[in-house]
């Protein structure tokens, strides 16, 4: 690496592996190439079916939506065939049809029926049909680019629309080929009918009748296959239906079909002709109403708007990013209920344009995605606080990790922890005669031996919510009241309260390491402890290659220098421990203390107090017995050190 040019070192270090991960897994970046990853691959569109269904449904029920009165279906169903006999009916019953609908003057007719096959009454059908002159025949294009039509007799005397449907992969038709290679729809060519029927019958007042006809889409250039969505404005049996037995009865009034579009075609239950729609998928409905609500969409120019996929990205891209920019700063109970509101508020939305515009929003891909950012953002703060957490497992209790993770905010900048001034305090141990039990012991089992203590002496800092600082050879600096500013009285006596119960506590663990130690043939340890609550300035020390978390400040060298002073107050001191005026004013009222020097403290003019600690003030005296046994057997202990270094 060092024989690269500058530019490719430079270019090295900035997608070092910590600039990957705060770019690369973004979770804004995150969740927009896994949204786009998602369209590409088609999950979008197989899961919009699904929100397709549910809009629609939801509408239905909230919304009083109904389907053109000028639609009249008329049902080849059961009824009817138990009166004529299976299907295909004779053909004379539709020249009786033809007949009965006469005096009523429908403006339009069509048949949802092939009409391919020869029989003896084509010639008198064909006839009542040219003369309604309104009727338009179904025809079929086939998978060989062949058209199936009429027979010969019916062809030349009407126009026919295809009856080609066009289902999704779930079986729902969602959209109607209008023209197949310029071949219009039979709905299409029916209002084509219906608009002559109107320009013909209205002359009385031209601008009455441009304002009734219909607006046709019209074929384009080069789209073979030229489709709409369809508005499912309501379930198909909400169609007005009758009979075919009935309207050949006479048993329907005249008046009920007079200027109406009508769709004759079969219903009854069993047929071939099956059509799911959003509202009926088991069991579905007739094929016939497939056109009836093409017709109806396009009668009051109603048909089903969508975005452009262009649009639907960047809707997703938008929404996305706006989930995180809300999910982020909130807590864990805010976030689920969020959640809750987000996806409910694009349903909403989406209820909203369908019934009012028409227009349909993508609805389960912008939820999901709404999902897939929420994922994102605690898969980041997941690995940002593993990151934390491994940076401060070996310094902190899990209570302060937490509290660190939990203000991240406040003391994260610009990948560091930013220098912050504050008053903490300050808690200094180091082992007495260290030098010279170092020279008698191999440097492994004096690595060893200094582990396991600095290991004990760390979980008692850390039960007392302390962090420890820094390891200074034997020395331990261990600092109450970090990283966080407390500017709270009572945060800050809780510190010198929390600093001087660790203290007691490592004397007291240091009775059960030395027994341990003692079986194991190894030496003895012994600690001062010297306690400061002063003024520090706490951040991060370093380059941009290495950063330490630390304090600095005359209050650290104070605890140290207090530490100093156990080697000569051994008087009234059963812990090893001293503590300044200052922290013995934020304690006092909790453990029993004995006043035993005044020094010089560096910038103060005035001799400073310092105290011991004898224990805790609900406390018996059995433990200060302990310790005065504890300190008795330190200084046998360090006499028979000295007298074998004398040898």
Request: hydrophobic share 40%.
């Amino acid at each position: 690496m060092k024989f690269w040019p500058q530019p490719l070192r430079d270019i090295r270090k900035h997608f070092s592996t910590s600039q990957i991960e705060k770019h690369l897994f973004n979770p804004y970046l995150v969740t927009a190439v896994l949204s786009w990853g998602l369209w590409q691959v088609g999950v979008w569109a197989t899961l919009e079916l699904l929100g397709f269904n549910l809009l629609f449904n939801i509408r239905t029920r909230i919304s009083n939506h109904n389907w053109d009165e000028r639609i009249v279906i008329i049902s080849i169903d059961d009824k009817t065939l138990a009166e004529y006999g299976e299907f295909p009916i004779s053909r004379d019953r539709y020249t009786q049809l033809l007949d009965t609908l006469a005096p009523s003057f429908p403006a339009a007719i069509g048949f949802d029926i092939l009409f391919i096959e020869p029989t003896i009454h084509d010639q008198t059908l064909a006839e009542a049909m040219e003369l309604s002159g309104n009727v338009v025949l179904a025809i079929s294009p086939t998978s060989q680019q062949k058209t199936i039509r009429p027979i010969r007799e019916l062809n030349q005397v009407t126009t026919q629309g295809h009856i080609a449907s066009n289902p999704d992969m779930d079986g729902v038709t969602r959209q109607s080929y209008i023209y197949i290679d310029k071949i219009p729809a039979l709905s299409v060519q029916l209002l084509e009918t219906y608009n002559y029927s109107l320009e013909s019958t209205i002359t009385a007042n031209s601008q009455i009748s441009q304002k009734s006809t219909v607006k046709i889409p019209k074929p384009q250039l080069n789209n073979p296959l030229q489709s709409i969505w369809i508005n499912w404005i309501a379930p198909t049996h909400k169609f007005t239906t009758y009979s075919f037995v009935d309207v050949i009865e006479n048993k329907i009034d005249a008046n009920e079909l007079t200027d109406k579009i009508i769709l004759v075609g079969l219903t009854a239950t069993g047929t071939n002709d099956q059509l799911k729609t959003p509202f009926e998928k088991i069991p579905p409905t007739s094929g016939i109403y497939l056109h009836a609500a093409v017709i109806d969409n396009l009668l009051n120019q109603r048909n089903l708007e969508i975005l452009p996929w262009q649009i639907e990205i960047f809707t997703l891209l938008i929404i996305g990013t706006g989930s995180i920019f809300i999910i982020l700063p909130l807590k864990p109970c805010q976030r689920i209920y969020i959640l809750l509101f987000l996806p409910l508020s694009w349903l909403a939305i989406s209820i909203f344009t369908l019934t009012n515009f028409n227009l349909l929003l993508p609805t389960t891909s912008p939820i999901i995605t709404i999902f897939l950012a929420a994922f994102t953002v605690q898969w980041q703060e997941q690995n940002e606080k593993q990151q934390l957490m491994n940076l401060f497992a070996r310094h902190v209790s899990p209570e302060t990790a937490n509290l660190i993770w939990d203000n991240r905010s406040e003391i994260f900048q610009k990948g560091k922890l930013e220098a912050q001034e504050m008053v903490a305090t300050v808690l200094f141990s180091d082992i007495r005669n260290f030098t010279s039990i170092s020279e008698g012991m191999k440097p492994k089992n004096l690595l060893d031996w200094l582990n396991y203590y600095l290991s004990a002496m760390a979980e008692c800092v850390h039960e007392y919510n302390g962090i420890v600082d820094k390891y200074i050879g034997d020395a331990v600096m261990a600092v109450f009241g970090i990283p966080f500013p407390h500017h709270n009285s009572a945060k800050i006596e809780k510190d010198a309260i929390n600093a001087v119960s660790a203290a007691i506590a490592m004397q007291k663990r240091l009775i059960t390491l030395n027994q341990e130690l003692e079986k194991l043939g190894k030496p003895r340890i012994y600690i001062g402890i010297g306690i400061h609550t002063g003024l520090v300035v706490a951040g991060s020390i370093g380059g941009s290659e290495r950063l330490n978390y630390s304090v600095l400040g005359d209050a650290v060298n104070i605890a140290a220098r207090l530490e100093q002073l156990n080697k000569k107050i051994q008087q009234n001191n059963p812990y090893s421990i001293l503590i300044s005026e200052t922290t013995f004013q934020l304690v006092k009222k909790h453990f029993i203390t004995q006043n035993v020097n005044q020094i010089q403290l560096r910038g103060r003019e005035k001799l400073t107090m310092i105290y011991s600690v004898i224990g805790y003030k609900n406390e018996e005296f059995n433990d200060e017995q302990i310790m005065m046994k504890h300190k008795s057997t330190e200084t046998t202990g360090q006499q028979s050190h000295q007298l074998r270094s004398q040898r």
